[in-house]
């Protein structure tokens, strides 16, 4: 079965930190380009981080120098350092995969709740 799962979420005080993780199975993570992406209520996904093949990291400018990503393709797992939180870093957060090439993320987790308190 094809299948993203996050863990790690949580509810923190602003200017705390929290690792999340996302474990693969089912596909060929290493063949794959994967990312991290938020929603917050009322608002639209947003991409905050995706790692591809050797190349650099991309962030969004909201989470840059803030938010650290990584993926260990020997354990198919995705992590997601988020550090000096800020309560609009409040969200649902995803994991997603895609192939090289596609247009649009394929796989999808099924999203973990990170809430900051001010």
């Known amino acids: 079965t094809v299948r993203l799962a996050e863990s790690g979420g949580g509810s923190v005080q602003a200017g705390g930190s929290l690792r999340l993780s996302c474990a693969a199975s089912g596909f060929p993570y290493a063949d794959y380009i994967v990312a991290w992406f938020r929603q917050a209520p009322g608002k639209e996904r947003e991409m905050v981080a995706s790692v591809g093949f050797g190349a650099r990291p991309t962030y969004a400018d909201a989470v840059k120098g803030r938010f650290t990503v990584d993926r260990e393709n020997s354990k198919k797992t995705l992590y997601l350092w988020l550090n000096s939180l800020k309560p609009e870093d409040t969200a649902m957060y995803y994991c997603?995969?895609?192939?090289?090439?596609?247009?649009?993320?394929?796989?999808w987790g099924q999203g973990i709740q990170v809430t900051v308190s001010s």
């Open positions: 997603a995969a895609r192939r090289d090439g596609a247009g649009e993320y394929q796989i």
